[in-house]
């Protein structure tokens, strides 16, 4: 499992990169990662996920700017994640096509909270990785499993139009745009890693933690809440928990 970890921890290195740079339009392979405040490149002894953050105390080496603890954070998730799908997966070639999907919907969930914006083109990879989990999802991946990717992609379908008429009966009755059109990848992402059945329990899930914030912005006055975050903790919470999750019901 110190794989996994390691694994994680090395995608989630590429995570801040996506983080940093999608939104602006940026290269995620050109120029190599640069402090953001001297630009000087950062060395690579400097650049091992986690450790050169702790190592340097969360500083830049050259100009001692402080470095955010988000990027430490979003390089142990990643590693948190790896490992606990890794340990809940019935094979390598599955275990890994969910964690990247999982570990871009955190890339995802942070863009959504950070700039209010989605960028379609690590959504469309979160959810073609959930998709080609879908092939390998048997005790024995001999084969690509045909059969199952048709099902799931009938799930991925499923929730990606239930969530459109959501957002069309919803927007009706609310007079305003209500949820996002990226909200409708993320259902579709989510159906096609859960089937349906888990993937609806984990939009219900998701809606469920989504309360609690959306009580404390109230009082804050924040409408705008990113929907996002929430559907890929449901996602993620169902994924782990889906036995005990059907029995307490
Ligand atoms: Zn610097």
């Not at 059945?197 to 933690?209: Q, R």
Request: contains cysteine.
């Amino acid at each position: 499992m110190l794989f996994a970890l390691l694994l994680g921890l090395i995608f989630g290195s590429f995570l801040n990169v996506l983080i940093v740079r999608v939104p602006k339009e940026e290269s995620i392979i050109r120029p190599a990662s640069h402090c953001p405040v001297c630009k000087n490149p950062i060395k690579w002894y400097y650049n091992i996920p986690v450790f050169s953050y702790l190592y340097l105390k969360g500083k830049c080496a050259v100009c001692d700017t402080n470095i955010s603890p988000a990027y430490l954070l979003v390089e142990v998730l990643s590693g948190l994640i790896f490992m606990a799908v890794f340990l809940k997966s019935p094979n390598i070639f599955y275990a890994l096509f969910v964690s990247v999907s999982f570990s871009l919907l955190l890339a995802l969930s942070i863009i959504d909270i950070r700039y209010k914006e989605v960028p379609d083109s690590i959504n469309l990879s979160a959810f073609f990785a959930g998709l080609g989990a879908a092939m390998f999802y048997a005790p024995m991946p001999t084969f690509i499993n045909l059969i199952n990717l048709l099902e799931y992609g009938k799930s991925a379908f499923l929730l990606a139009g239930f969530f459109v008429m959501l957002r069309f009966t919803l927007s009706y009755f609310l007079k305003k745009e209500s949820l996002g059109e990226a909200d409708i990848i993320v259902a579709a992402t989510l159906g096609a890693m859960l089937g349906s059945m888990n993937g609806f329990l984990a939009i219900f899930v998701g809606a469920l933690i989504s309360l609690v914030p959306a009580f404390i912005y109230r009082k804050k006055g924040v409408t705008e809440v990113a929907f996002v975050p929430y559907l890929a903790m449901g996602g993620f919470v169902v994924f782990m928990l889906k036995e005990q999750l059907w029995f307490m019901g």
